[in-house]
Structure formats: C-alpha cells, structure tokens
T-cell receptor, first 113, second 115 residues
C-alpha cells in the first residue's frame, strides 16, 4: 500500500512567521507532488506542484522536494491568519499505468494574529 | 467560467439503500475524478472518467461505480450502502486525463450520511 504521511498537527504559528509543513511518501516511482489547501467546510484547491529536486517558489509559498529522502515540504513565509487551513500533500504514481494521486491526511495549520 | 458543480450537496440514506451522485465539470473539461474524504482515511481516489471511459481506478469495492456522459457530466453510484460509506464525496475536473501537469479543480462535494 503506497502511502503519503503528514504530521496531522495542529501546527500553530504566529502571524508573520514561517510555517513549515512536511510530507513523506513511500512510492519511489512517484514523480510529481502536489500541495492542496482546504479551508474548513470547503473543497481542496491546488497551491502548487513540484516534480524536480530542489525548491520551487510561488509568492509566499516554497515547495521543496528531495527524492532521495522521499520528502516533500511546503514553506509559507509571512504567514497570515487567512492561511489557516488544512494542507494536503499528494504524490502521483507516474510509474504505473493506472494514474492516480495518493493524498496524505493533511496538516491543520493555525496562524495566530 | 462556472466551476465544478455537484448535486445534491447533502444526502441522508439508510443502510442497504443505493445512492447516485452527480458532477458537472468545468465547461470544456473532459476528465472527471471522484474522491471520498473521511476524517479517518483522508482523501481517497475512487476513479477517473475521460471521454465516457473509466481510465483509472482506486481501491474501492465494486459497490462503487460510475459513468460519464457525452457532455462530460459524471455520476457515481454506491449500492448496498454501509455505515462506513458516510463521507464527503468530491469530484474534480481537468481538461485532459489526469497527469502530472494537469491541475484538478474540485467541486464543493456531496455530504453523504448513512444511518
């Protein structure tokens, strides 16, 4: 059973701080990784995806990928109360013929004003 | 452009019944994926339809089935409902078959409660 593991949290950070969200995956065949944000009572929305080792930046968000360690992270700089949500990490199975995303159970982030 | 719509938004059924959920993708999108979200298991992939054909499938029993129509609208059916089927069912659409570079856009979900 291929798995994606996340710390369930809750992770609490003060406004303006850097929030660091971590994710590990078990399928070495995974090629692409996704971070979704889900506000309470809402559906997930894609923040960014990454498929190359290293960092990928988009505004206040930076995704980091280390395939050797099977580790993905999401950094949120200058955290705002509006960033309070559950963050879902997902990995694909590009190496297989039955393409699908496997999601972690999510990390609840709370940004305190 | 209108987003993904799902109907109904809320549903209450009893064990043993069957249920059909509907999803209308974003206009022009031809892929519809279905997911089940529960507090215990998180978000789990059910299946994906593209051009009226099931392309990918998750690890769910045969009680869960779906179909897609020529206008890309999709329905998901769950037969012989069990208490454990209580969940938020999300559908997501994308322009093409889901792949590494294709963003999926999620609908608001259907909250199914099985009593």
């Amino acid at each position: 059973q291929k798995e994606v593991e996340q710390n369930s949290g809750p992770l609490s950070v003060p406004e303006g701080a850097i929030a660091s969200l971590n994710c590990t995956y078990s399928d070495r065949g995974s090629q692409s990784f996704f971070w979704y944000r889900q506000y309470s009572g809402k559906s997930p929305e894609l923040i960014m995806f990454i498929y190359s080792n290293g960092d990928k930046e988009d505004g206040r968000f930076t995704a980091q990928l280390n395939k050797a360690s099977q580790y993905v992270s999401l950094l949120i700089r200058d955290s705002q109360p509006s960033d309070s949500a559950t963050y879902l990490c997902a990995a694909d199975n590009s190496g297989g013929s039955n393409y699908k995303l496997t999601f972690g159970k999510g990390t609840l982030l709370t940004v305190n004003p | 452009k209108a987003g993904v719509t799902q109907t109904p938004r809320y549903l209450i059924k009893t064990r043993g019944q069957q249920v059909t959920l509907s999803c209308s993708p974003i206009s022009g999108h031809r892929s519809v994926s279905w997911y089940q979200q529960t507090p215990g298991q998180g978000l789990q992939f059910l299946f994906e339809y593209f051009s009226e054909t099931q392309r990918n499938k998750g690890n769910f029993p045969g009680r869960f089935s779906g179909r897609q129509f020529s206008n890309s609208r999709s329905e998901m059916n769950v037969s012989t409902l069990e208490l454990g089927d209580s969940a938020l069912y999300l559908c997501a659409s994308s322009p093409f078959v889901t792949g590494a570079s294709n963003e999926q856009f999620f609908g608001p979900g259907t909250r199914l409660t099985v009593l």
